[in-house]
Nanobody, 121 residues
Framework: EVQLVETGGGLVQPGGSLRLSCEVS????????MSWVRQAPGKGLEWVSS????????DYVDSVKGRFTISRDNAKNTLALQMNKLKTEDTALYYC??????????????RGPGTQVTVSS
C-alpha cells in the first residue's frame, strides 16, 4: 500500500518562501510520475505541478510558473515543492500524489493527509 506524508507547510507573509516535502513509502517512487495538488478553502482540488519519473520533464499550472519548483530524489523516495514569492491566493492544503498532469493528479486516490500553507500578512 502506498503511503504519502507531506510536511513543510506553515504561515508565511506574502512574498515569502516555503519548501514542502513528501515522503513516499510502499512504492518504488522511481517508477511513477508524481505531482502536487492543492485545495483552497471552499474550492475544488487544483493541480499545481508534475514531475516525470526521472525528473527530466516538469510542468506547472500557469499561476505558479516562475515561482514554484518541483523536484524529486528517487534514492530517498521524496518529492519536494519549493515555493517562492508566495501570494495570498496560494493559501491551501497541499497534497502530493501520483501521476502526471492535471487529470491524473486530481483523480488519483493516493494522497497523504496534506500540509497547510497559509499566506497572510
Amino acid at each position: 500500500e502506498v503511503q504519502l506524508v507531506e510536511t513543510g507547510g506553515g504561515l508565511v507573509q506574502p512574498g515569502g518562501s516555503l519548501r514542502l516535502s513528501c515522503e513516499v513509502s510502499g512504492l518504488a517512487q522511481a517508477k511513477v510520475p508524481m505531482s502536487w495538488v492543492r485545495q483552497a478553502p471552499g474550492k475544488g482540488l487544483e493541480w499545481v505541478s508534475s514531475i516525470f519519473t526521472d525528473g527530466s520533464k516538469v510542468d506547472y499550472v500557469d499561476s505558479v510558473k516562475g515561482r514554484f519548483t518541483i523536484s524529486r530524489d528517487n534514492a530517498k523516495n521524496t518529492l519536494a515543492l519549493q515555493m517562492n514569492k508566495l501570494k495570498t491566493e496560494d493559501t491551501a492544503l497541499y497534497y502530493c500524489t501520483l501521476g502526471w498532469g492535471r487529470v491524473a493528479a486530481t483523480t488519483s486516490s493516493a494522497r497523504g493527509p496534506g500540509t497547510q500553507v497559509t499566506v497572510s500578512s
